[in-house]
């Protein structure tokens, strides 16, 4: 017989709130990407936008980026565009699915 333990070796923790700057640069248009490297931080993210930050990315005006196809799936289910896909799931991998969506 064994005994077995649970051990906490992280958190995670929703950001408490969003940097109205940069809101306020996605809603003027004047970010392109948006890279989403887990399902965790899509759903925190995309649940926390404006309608005006939806539209932009809805229109195709800001690309979302996904680092895998789990994360895809969660972005769709939200129901929102992936315009590309890290086939590599690195920041390298992220980067190369930029420039090929552009």
Known sequence: MCEVE?????????????????????????????????????????????ATSRARIEAGDVRLVTISPVTSAEVRQLGLPVAAEATEATAEGLVAAMLEAR
Do not use: C, K, P, W
């Open 6 to 50: 649970q051990i906490a070796v992280y958190s995670q923790v929703d950001a408490v709130e969003l940097d109205e700057e940069i809101l306020d640069h996605l809603r003027r248009g004047e970010i392109d990407y948006i890279t989403l490297t887990s399902t965790n931080i899509s759903r925190s993210l995309l649940g926390r936008l404006d």
